[in-house]
C-alpha cells in the first residue's frame, strides 16, 4: 500500500526553524520526483520544492529560495524539508507527493502529482 506520511509541523516564532519529513512507504522514492506543497487558508495549494527522481537536483519556489533546502534519505525512504528564517507568510498546511513527470515545469504543477501525504501545519508566529 502506498503511503506518505508527512510530521515534523508546528508554532515558531519568525526567524525559527523546522524539519518536516515525509515518510514513504510502498515505493521507493527514488524511482520519483518527491515535492513539496503548501496550503494557506483561503489560498490555492502552492508547489514549494521539489527533488528530482533524475538526479537528485532540487528547484525552489522564490519566495523560500535560499531559506528552505529540501533532501531525501534513500536508505530511510524519507523526503525532508529543512526550514529556516521562518516568516508569517509561510504559515500553511504542507503536503508532500509524488510525481513521475519529468520536466521542471511539470514537476512545480500540483496536476502532475499522483499521490498526496495527509498534510502537516506550520504556524509562524510570535
Known amino acids: 500500500e502506498v503511503q506518505l506520511q508527512a510530521s515534523g509541523g508546528g508554532l515558531v516564532r519568525p526567524g525559527g526553524s523546522l524539519r518536516l519529513s515525509c515518510a514513504a512507504s510502498?515505493?521507493?522514492?527514488?524511482?520519483?520526483?518527491m515535492g513539496w506543497f503548501r496550503q494557506a487558508p483561503g489560498k490555492r495549494r502552492e508547489w514549494v520544492s521539489f527533488?528530482?527522481?533524475?538526479?537528485?537536483?532540487?528547484d525552489y519556489v522564490d519566495s523560500v529560495k535560499g531559506r528552505f533546502t529540501i533532501s531525501r534519505d534513500s536508505a530511510q525512504n524519507t523526503v525532508y524539508l529543512h526550514m529556516n528564517s521562518l516568516k508569517p507568510e509561510d504559515t500553511a498546511v504542507y503536503y508532500c507527493?509524488?510525481?513521475?513527470?519529468?520536466?521542471?515545469?511539470?514537476?512545480?504543477?500540483?496536476?502532475?502529482?499522483?499521490?498526496w501525504g495527509q498534510g502537516t501545519q506550520v504556524t509562524v508566529s510570535s
Open positions: 507527493a509524488r510525481t513521475e513527470a519529468h520536466y521542471y515545469s511539470d514537476c512545480r504543477r500540483p496536476s502532475r502529482y499522483d499521490f
Open positions: 510502498g515505493f521507493s522514492i527514488d524511482s520519483y520526483t
Open positions: 527533488i528530482h527522481k533524475r538526479d537528485g537536483s532540487t
